[in-house]
């Protein structure tokens, strides 16, 4: 695999939202999260769990959990004035929950910041520095690890959604997996095999996301 057909895979991706029924096998989810700890992470902490859901009773828990909780919140929306903004947006909370043969439910904790620790060690204050925390490092680690989860999930031909809908059911969802303080879920991720192949999502220009700083005579082609 080279440059461009990595590229050409990573642009192949979209987030599936429809499954068939077929379940996914054990071995496959067991290499879903086997491509997810793959990931970097802070001095290489792996502040991430991963709740791997296919009994269809807890599924049907998850998703009414989220369910109810949208439609609360719908309610509430639909007495104000941007009822007609929200729409049926609230569906993409649970939909994709309701056919996934697999909901996964990735979590982070966070760490006790040691820098910060060493810094106060040496009679300094922590405050004045910016450290791994400021960037909800731990966070980001277990993101990281999603975005390989979503990528070896296209490798073995599934679709996959990961979603920050379900957080609106968090307390009950957390509850129903026993994830306790201090892990917090990241989302779920809904996996199956595709019903459905959603169109692209369009991407924003390069030019409007990168900044350059370069010297002028840095190379413009690849060194072939
Ligand atoms: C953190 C995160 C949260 C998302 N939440 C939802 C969600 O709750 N429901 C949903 O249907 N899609 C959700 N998505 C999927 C996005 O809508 C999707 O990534 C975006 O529209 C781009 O489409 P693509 O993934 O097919 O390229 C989420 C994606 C991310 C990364």
Redesign the pocket.
Known sequence: MNGDSFLDLLSQ???V?AFTAQPVPHAVLERLVQAAITAPSPTNRQPWRFAVVTKAELRQRITEAVRDRAEEMKAIIRKGHHAEDFGQYGD??H??LSTAAAIIVPQYRVYPDLIANLVASGGGDPTKFHTAASMQAELCSTSAACMALLLQSQAEGLGA??????MIGRDEIQRLLDIRDPWKMV?AIAVGYPDQL?TK?PRKPLAQVVSWFEDDAEPREAQK
């Open positions: 991706r979209r987030s939202r993409f909370f939909e994709p959604c990961w979603m920050s809908g379900p989302g959603p999502q």
